[in-house]
């Protein structure tokens, strides 16, 4: 695609969609252009001046377009519009990030059927190239984790609350009125956000595809005041980690659950909508990145650098998918937790290997001690729907 000018076919005109709109008119890129604009809603007002249509077939119809770029809400209607567009031979941008984490698998192979790229750096961490990275930099055995905050809504909303004593409520709706939160807030403080990132970056960073449903996730949508006070007395504070490592006998664990972040880590510092992601090596121990997770401007210019790598003929070459040596996933371990309860059938549902701290008064209950992830995964439902809140609490 060298020396050639990227028509674009836009779907989404949100945040996201905005924000790129906004950066690309910024830049004044001679070699980009955005053609035309799917909507769902034609009647909206829209202050800019761009050709807007609420018809798919009117995008791919159209002959001046060599590219499209994806940035919708709905899971479904992304993957039709994506797969649509590889089959017709048109690079992709996308950023919705459930869409992928169900449906990279098949995505992979259509590129490579039709010889056309796929790029999606923009849906895993915002500004933060971390898949372009995986694929380019820590493209070898010696990657042992990746790990870090991959939500920058979530994280807007905790450090409002131990920052600024916000209420959980007040911070979200902040979070909301300022547009990093999702449409749908469950996707943020539930955890499901961090959840289809880290499957994507786990694509890349060890070649193995895992499903959704087989990852154990918990998100900070059930913590209360006294969970708060826990932390603080602890000299703590909780961040929404999601987490994929390598261990013992090439096998692979994963997650997604709040964690009791000491101050000598660096995603303690991580603040607001802001994502940090740790990658940890054989010989090179630990390597940070930073950088805004969630804004228009921020993931649009993240957006813009996923459309200019194509102007260079980029793609990802998913290089860890064809090792001999695929790594196994396994939910084979266990770490220590504080667990917070309601009532003794609140405590009978989780089986502790272990106890190191106990304390029970008329209004507050809980309990530090170590359990087995492929124990939170059979639970993984029925935790959601009762009065109880749970941390990884590292020992450091």
């Not at 004044?28 to 909507?39: F, L, P, Y």
């Not at 987490?243 to 660096?266: A, C, D, F, T």
């Not at 196994?328 to 502790?352: G, P, Q």
């Not at 209004?363 to 959601?384: A, C, F, M, N, P």
Request: hydrophobic share 40%; charged share 30%.
């Amino acid at each position: 695609m060298n020396g050639k000018k990227l028509n674009i076919g836009l779907f989404g005109f949100g945040t996201v969609g905005k924000g790129l709109y906004e950066v690309l008119k910024r830049v004044g890129s001679k070699n980009v252009e955005i053609k035309r604009i799917c909507v769902r809603d034609m009647t909206k007002p829209r202050a800019v001046e761009a050709e807007f249509t609420d018809k798919a077939d009117d995008i791919f119809g159209d002959p001046d377009i060599n590219f499209i770029v994806e940035l919708i809400d709905d899971a479904d209607a992304a993957y039709a519009i994506v797969k649509r567009a590889l089959q017709a031979g048109l690079p992709v941008v996308s950023g919705n990030k459930k869409m992928l984490a169900y449906h990279i698998e098949e995505l992979i192979e259509l590129q490579a059927r039709h010889n056309v790229a796929l790029l999606y750096d923009a849906s895993a961490c915002g500004s933060i190239p971390v898949i372009r990275n995986l694929e380019e930099y820590y493209d070898n055995d010696l990657l042992m984790s990746v790990k870090g905050i991959l939500n920058g809504s979530s994280n807007f909303i905790l450090s409002k609350i131990f920052n600024e004593r916000m209420s959980y409520a007040d911070a979200l709706k902040l979070a909301q009125d300022l547009g990093f939160a999702e449409s749908d807030p469950s996707l943020d403080i539930d955890g499901w956000d961090s959840l289809f990132k880290l499957i994507i970056i786990t694509v890349h960073a060890f070649g193995l595809y895992v499903a959704p449903e087989k990852i154990f996730r918990y998100g900070i949508s059930n913590m209360n005041d006294d969970d708060i006070r826990f932390a603080n007395e602890k000299e703590r504070r909780f961040k929404l980690v999601a987490h994929v490592e390598k261990i013992e006998g090439n096998k692979l664990i994963m997650w997604v659950v709040p964690q009791l972040i000491s101050r000598n880590k660096y995603i303690y510092s991580v603040e607001d909508e802001f994502n940090g992601v740790v990658i940890k090596g054989l010989f090179y121990y630990k390597q940070f990145m930073f950088g805004r997770g969630a804004g228009g401007h921020p993931t649009g210019s993240a957006v813009l650098s996923d459309i200019t790598a194509r102007l260079y003929d980029y793609k990802y070459e998913y290089k860890k998918r064809n090792d001999s040596q695929l790594p196994e996933y396994s939910t084979d371990c266990s770490f220590r937790v504080y667990y917070r309860y309601s009532n003794y059938a609140d405590l009978d549902l989780v089986k502790f290997e272990s106890v190191s701290e106990n304390y029970i008064s008329d209004r507050y209950k809980y309990v530090v001690g170590t359990v087995s992830l492929r124990e939170l995964h059979k639970i993984q439902d029925e935790l959601h729907k009762r009065d109880v809140f749970i941390a990884a609490y590292p020992d450091d």
